[in-house]
């Protein structure tokens, strides 16, 4: 069977979106690369969303927006009689009663338009998922009745596409959220889109969504608050100027841009400057709009459309037989819900932060193609993969945690790294697992802990000890270590990896996020001390080959500076700075071994390759055996 | 026995069904995902010029209504190296003629004036710019005339 889309047929915007690989994906338009497309229509040329947008002007009488309003209702009915006041186009008394459009002599239903519509977004769909759609899951405002529910449906039929369910939008966005998973909730969504405002409230209960009540305000939305503030800039520049920028098409609309704009950019910044240099002219002088808007007076300006929300809001929940304070999580639903001063209306309405992190103008149609999901047999528990919650480590020398798969690392996965010895003639190492996001082990949860022996005795550095950190589907993990000469493994297996408890991984996140800088600079210490020990080793070894080939001058130089490091390194207050300088004087002083021993171009023979000799040490393994066996 | 043991088997088959299903999905949708991100990979480094574009857009017409007022000599040339630039990142003018008919593909119509015929430009007040290949970054916005 193929996907099932989830479609949000808006009355301004429509927005498509399914399911790919147990995820909502939202599918942007071919045409434009958004998102979201225009609910508009010419139907004589057939061109649909932004297209269609951009000949509206010039072709009013044959271009359809809002046909939503109109869906499934009678001619005679209020709803229909107001949008006839308020559109260009021609509504006629159709079939039955119904309203329908007259285009060139023409009839369309809403139904045929809003297909339209429906046919460009199932074609997008099919450009990004590469293969035909032949169903949706269409969703419809609760307060739709049975007739404009059945239109919608029709007009998924008309577009060729199999409806499998309509759904209520409040109950898509409460899907998206992923409400449906709870025991039992009250819900309210609160939906400011472009040109509507709906307030719905939800009850939740074993998997069951029920709309309790519904309400709203079919004319007040984001287009309202554009206007208010563009009449706000044209009547300063006139009380400034003595020009209407209203008379000047350009300049006008340069005014719609830039307030849209604004209102974008003061969500997130307290002021914004509009700079629209030469947007007209006055006794043929060119006149410059310069205005600062601060948040502050935006807010001022739009806080009556905001308080009319809250009219039906109170409806909505007398109607549930509810209190505000009954609601247990609160839904924002229209990208008008991005405005701070709406976000803080209705925090302070419920009394609770209301949740936001879905981007509000596609949550309807991710709950949608959730639902597509659900219904086409691919959202099953079996499917959903998990991911590890929190880093699984490794640790090495001086107590570091060495990530080995890094948390959110969706399972199954795997890893494998080489490590190798921190002393001469080591022959078994322990292996440390642990899970946290610290850098340093011991602040982190100790998993299990291994050992891998019958390593044959070699220098530091040269065994090849492979670490494989193999995690199953079911979160299972299993550590393997492998001497490469003799081949001889060993292996841990550990469950409950990926079972901790949401308050579990969140202490823990909290905490390193806490910990933060100070572990930082912790394990940058550590890894400075790690670096100086094994640039000793190196320099004591490459003295003991050089014998007498090198000058007693330069060796004693070295000698001292050795001494130094280890002086530097050894001191438990040491700066990570002081470490650093220390051992790049040693550094220095010890390729005039090198240069005299081997030329130029060759390294002192003891140095290691650049992996090891970065965890290198025996300077702490005297006394911390166990976390100086595994190195990098 | 037989008997005992078909349910069984019907349900471990049933269970093999979807499994199969499910993983010919997850395999379909990897692989779409491959070819799309193959796909965006070729025009990502047109979609990242096309951000910056669109906010310098409005700057440069800026500049140019400036030009109109101060007629200046190294404000003209200022103006013709910055459309260089755009041109070397494969953009070009939309620049609609008075008469032309109007093309809502690449023209968006702000406004309707009387004229002698049908659809036709009877200004640009604000240049558009596209990729050479077609793809539009900025619609022309235009007057149109109609009888």
């Known amino acids: 069977m193929g996907k099932i889309i989830g479609i949000?047929?808006?009355?301004?915007?429509?927005?498509?979106?399914?399911?790919?690989?147990?995820?909502?994906?939202?599918?942007?338009?071919?045409?434009?690369?958004?998102?979201?497309?225009?609910?508009?229509?010419?139907?004589?040329?057939?061109?649909?969303?932004?297209?269609?947008?951009?000949?509206?002007?010039?072709?009013?009488?044959?271009?359809?927006?809002?046909?939503?309003r109109l869906m499934g209702r009678r001619f005679s009915d209020k709803e229909v009689k107001r949008t006839i006041e308020m559109v260009p186009y021609k509504i006629v008394d159709g079939k039955n009663g119904m309203a329908d459009i007259e285009i060139e002599g023409k009839n369309y239903t809403p139904q045929e338009i809003a297909a339209r519509v429906l046919m460009k977004l199932k074609k997008d769909a099919e450009a990004h998922i590469g293969e035909k759609v032949e169903a949706a899951v269409i969703t419809v405002p609760a307060y739709f009745d049975d007739a404009q529910r059945q239109a919608t449906k029709q007009a998924g039929e008309i577009a060729g596409l199999k409806v499998e369910r309509i759904i209520n939008e409040p109950t898509a966005a409460a899907l998206a959220y992923g409400m449906d998973k709870k025991k039992a909730e009250k819900i309210a969504v609160y939906d400011l889109g472009g040109g509507t405002f709906d307030i719905s409230v939800l009850e939740i209960g074993d998997g069951v969504i029920e709309v309790k009540a519904t309400n709203g305000d079919t004319h007040l939305g984001g287009d309202d608050f554009d206007a208010v503030i563009v009449d706000y800039i044209?009547?300063?520049?006139?009380?400034?100027?003595?020009?209407?920028?209203?008379?000047?098409?350009?300049?006008?609309?340069?005014?719609?841009?830039?307030?849209?704009?604004?209102?974008?950019?003061?969500?997130?910044?307290?002021?914004?400057?509009?700079?629209?240099?030469?947007?007209?002219?006055?006794?043929?002088?060119?006149?410059?709009?310069?205005?600062?808007?601060?948040?502050?007076?935006?807010?001022?300006?739009?806080?009556?459309?905001?308080?009319?929300?809250?009219?039906?809001?109170?409806?909505?929940?007398?109607?549930?037989?509810?209190?505000?304070?009954?609601?247990?999580?609160?839904?924002?639903?229209?990208?008008?819900?991005?405005?701070?001063?709406?976000?803080?209306?209705?925090?302070?309405?419920?009394?609770?932060?209301?949740?936001?992190?879905?981007?509000?103008?596609?949550?309807?149609?991710?709950?949608?193609?959730?639902?597509?999901?659900?219904?086409?047999?691919?959202?099953?528990?079996?499917?959903?993969?998990?991911?590890?919650?929190?880093?699984?480590?490794?640790?090495?020398?001086?107590?570091?945690a060495t990530p080995m798969i890094p948390r959110n690392t969706t399972v199954p996965t795997s890893k494998t790294e080489v490590f190798s010895t921190a002393s001469d003639n080591q022959t078994q190492v322990q292996i440390v697992v642990t899970q946290g996001e610290r850098p340093m082990s011991a602040d982190n949860k100790v998993l299990g802990t291994f050992t891998l022996d019958g390593i044959p005795p070699a220098p530091r550095g040269v065994p090849q000890v492979e670490v494989i950190f193999d995690m199953d589907a079911s979160g299972i993990l299993t550590v393997t270590a492998k001497d490469k000469a003799t081949g001889k493994t060993t292996n841990i297996k550990i469950t409950g990896a990926v079972g901790l408890s949401d308050e579990e991984v969140k202490r823990m996140q909290e905490e390193a996020e806490k910990h933060k800088e100070e572990d930082e600079k912790k394990a940058d210490t550590i890894k400075a001390k790690n670096n100086a020990d094994a640039l000793v080793a190196t320099a004591e070894k490459a003295l003991k080959d050089a014998g007498d080939k090198v000058d007693a001058k330069v060796k004693e130089q070295v000698e001292e500076k050795v001494k130094k490091v280890k002086e530097v390194a050894g001191k438990d207050d040491s700066s990570t700075d002081d470490i650093e300088a220390a051992t790049k004087d040693l550094s220095d002083t010890l390729s005039q071994i090198g240069q005299v021993m081997y030329g130029k171009q060759d390294q002192p023979k003891g140095e290691e390759p650049k992996e090891e000799k970065k965890e290198d040490s025996d300077k702490k393994k005297d006394e911390k055996v166990e976390e100086g066996e595994v190195v990098e | 026995m037989a008997k005992k043991t078909k349910p069984v088997g019907d349900k471990v088959h049933e269970e093999l069904e979807t499994v199969k299903g499910m993983l010919?999905?997850?395999?379909?949708?990897?692989?779409?995902?491959?070819?799309?991100?193959?796909?965006?990979?070729?025009?990502?480094?047109?979609?990242?010029?096309?951000?910056?574009?669109?906010?310098?857009?409005?700057?440069?017409?800026?500049?140019?209504?400036?030009?109109?007022?101060l007629k200046d000599q190294g404000l003209?040339?200022?103006?013709?190296?910055?459309?260089?630039?755009?041109?070397?990142?494969?953009?070009?003018?939309?620049?609609?003629?008075?008469?032309?008919?109007?093309?809502?593909?690449?023209?968006?119509?702000?406004?309707?004036?009387?004229?002698?015929?049908?659809?036709?430009?009877?200004?640009?007040?604000?240049?558009?710019?596209?990729?050479?290949?077609?793809?539009?970054?900025?619609h022309a916005k235009v007057k149109v005339s109609n009888k």
């Open chain 1, 234 to 400: 044209v009547s300063e520049f006139k009380k400034e100027n003595g020009v209407d920028l209203k008379a000047d098409t350009q300049a006008y609309q340069r005014v719609r841009d830039a307030a849209e704009k604004a209102k974008i950019e003061l969500s997130a910044a307290n002021e914004v400057e509009l700079n629209q240099p030469y947007i007209t002219q006055k006794d043929g002088q060119p006149m410059h709009l310069t205005m600062k808007l601060t948040r502050a007076k935006m807010e001022g300006l739009v806080e009556e459309l905001i308080q009319k929300t809250i009219k039906p809001v109170e409806s909505c929940l007398k109607d549930a037989k509810l209190d505000a304070h009954d609601i247990d999580e609160v839904i924002m639903v229209g990208g008008m819900t991005r405005m701070p001063k709406v976000v803080e209306t209705v925090k302070n309405f419920f009394g609770k932060d209301p949740n936001q992190s879905v981007n509000p103008d596609e949550v309807v149609a991710v709950g949608a193609a959730i639902q597509g999901g659900v219904l086409g047999g691919e959202v099953k528990d079996i499917l959903l993969l998990d991911v590890t919650p929190l880093t699984l480590a490794i640790e090495t020398l001086g107590g570091v």
């Open chain 2, 24 to 69: 010919a999905r997850a395999l379909a949708d990897y692989d779409n995902l491959s070819k799309r991100i193959e796909r965006e990979r070729q025009d990502l480094s047109k979609i990242a010029s096309v951000g910056l574009v669109v906010r310098l857009l409005p700057v440069l017409d800026n500049l140019e209504s400036a030009q109109v007022h």
């Open chain 2, 76 to 138: 003209a040339i200022t103006v013709g190296e910055f459309k260089k630039v755009l041109d070397e990142e494969g953009l070009t003018e939309i620049k609609p003629k008075v008469g032309d008919e109007f093309n809502e593909e690449i023209m968006e119509a702000i406004e309707v004036v009387k004229g002698v015929s049908d659809n036709k430009i009877a200004e640009t007040v604000l240049t558009g710019w596209k990729f050479t290949d077609g793809m539009v970054v900025r």
């Open chain 1, 8 to 68: 949000d047929l808006g009355t301004t915007n429509s927005c498509v979106a399914v399911m790919e690989a147990g995820r909502p994906l939202v599918i942007s338009a071919v045409d434009t690369g958004r998102n979201t497309t225009p609910s508009v229509v010419e139907p004589v040329k057939n061109l649909v969303g932004d297209v269609g947008k951009r000949q509206m002007i010039l072709n009013s009488k044959n271009t359809v927006y809002s046909a939503k």
